[in-house]
Nanobody
C-alpha cells in the first residue's frame, strides 16, 4: 500500500505562486489532479518515473511545472502566475504504469490540499 501525502496548499493572491509537494515512496509515475466545487476532477500534470517525460493541462502550460526528486521520494508542482480559476483541491496520484489524463489510470491517491486564489 502506497501512502501519498500532499502539502503546500493555501491562500494566495492572483499572480502569486505556490509549490505543492507530494511524499510518495515506490517506483511510480505520478500525476497532479484538481477538483473545484461542482466540477469533475481534472488532470493538471503528469511525470514519469525518471522525470524525463511530462505533460500538462493546456491552461497551465507555461505557468505550472511538475518535477520529482526520487532520492527524497517527493513530487512537486510549482504553480506560478496563479489565477482565480486555479482554485481547487489538488490531489497527487501514483500510477504503476504510465501517467495519463484519466483518473482511472492511477492506483493510489492522496487526501488533497486546498489551493485558493483570491482575485
Amino acid at each position: 500500500q502506497v501512502q501519498l501525502v500532499e502539502s503546500g496548499g493555501g491562500l494566495v493572491q492572483a499572480g502569486g505562486s505556490l509549490r505543492l509537494s507530494c511524499a510518495a515512496s515506490g517506483r511510480y509515475a505520478m500525476g497532479w489532479f484538481r477538483q473545484a466545487p461542482g466540477k469533475e476532477r481534472e488532470f493538471v500534470a503528469g511525470i514519469n518515473w525518471s522525470g524525463g517525460s511530462t505533460d500538462y493541462l493546456d491552461s497551465v502550460k507555461g505557468r505550472f511545472t511538475i518535477s520529482r526528486d526520487n532520492p527524497k521520494n517527493t513530487v512537486y508542482l510549482q504553480m506560478n502566475s496563479l489565477k482565480s480559476e486555479d482554485t481547487a483541491v489538488y490531489y497527487c496520484a501514483a500510477a504503476a504504469n504510465r501517467y495519463a489524463a484519466r483518473p482511472r489510470a492511477y492506483d493510489y491517491w492522496g487526501q488533497g490540499t486546498q489551493v485558493t486564489v483570491s482575485s
